[in-house]
């Protein structure tokens, strides 16, 4: 039973590394974090979010946060690439979507992003 546990463990550590971290461009990080907020996948889109190690009890606080203040108004029907404007120098991009929620509003989006000292593109939870 301890095996087991410390495999699914495992499993699950895996999972939250790469569920949305080490995107190999901005835009396809910020596509996923569409798709997790499109189906409702807290977990998920917050972990397309640059957190410090240090900042463990603050992503869980965040998490909570957007579950118990969701909208019907914020659901997302669909959403298209619009532009992507990336500064390899300084490490940050902006990547623009449309988005259409469930309600007929579409909205033009644009997320920072931000890459991190191994390369990986996040979602810069500072702007």
């Given at each position: 039973?301890?095996?087991?546990?410390?495999?699914?463990?495992?499993?699950?550590?895996?999972?939250?590394?790469?569920?949305?971290?080490?995107?190999?461009?901005?835009?396809?990080?910020?596509?996923?974090?569409?798709?997790?907020?499109?189906?409702n996948d807290v977990k998920g889109f917050a972990?397309?979010?640059?957190?410090?190690?240090?900042?463990?009890?603050?992503?869980?606080?965040?998490?909570?946060?957007?579950?118990?203040?969701?909208?019907?108004?914020?659901?997302?029907?669909?959403?298209?690439?619009?532009?992507?404007?990336?500064?390899?120098?300084?490490?940050?991009?902006?990547?623009?979507?449309?988005?259409?929620?469930?309600?007929?509003?579409?909205?033009?989006?644009?997320?920072?992003?931000?890459?991190?000292?191994?390369?990986?593109?996040?979602?810069?939870?500072?702007?």
């Amino acid at each position: 039973m301890k095996k087991i546990l410390s495999i699914l463990l495992l499993c699950m550590a895996t999972f939250m590394f790469f569920g949305c971290s080490g995107g190999s461009s901005p835009k396809s990080v910020a596509k996923k974090a569409l798709k997790c907020q499109k189906e409702n996948d807290v977990k998920g889109f917050a972990n397309c979010i640059y957190f410090k190690d240090s900042d463990k009890e603050y992503k869980n606080l965040f998490i909570q946060q957007i579950e118990n203040n969701r909208k019907p108004s914020q659901e997302i029907e669909s959403y298209e690439f619009v532009d992507e404007d990336i500064d390899e120098e300084s490490g940050k991009a902006k990547v623009t979507f449309n988005v259409t929620y469930k309600n007929g509003r579409t909205v033009k989006e644009t997320f920072k992003m931000i890459r991190d000292d191994s390369g990986k593109w996040w979602l810069n939870q500072l702007y």
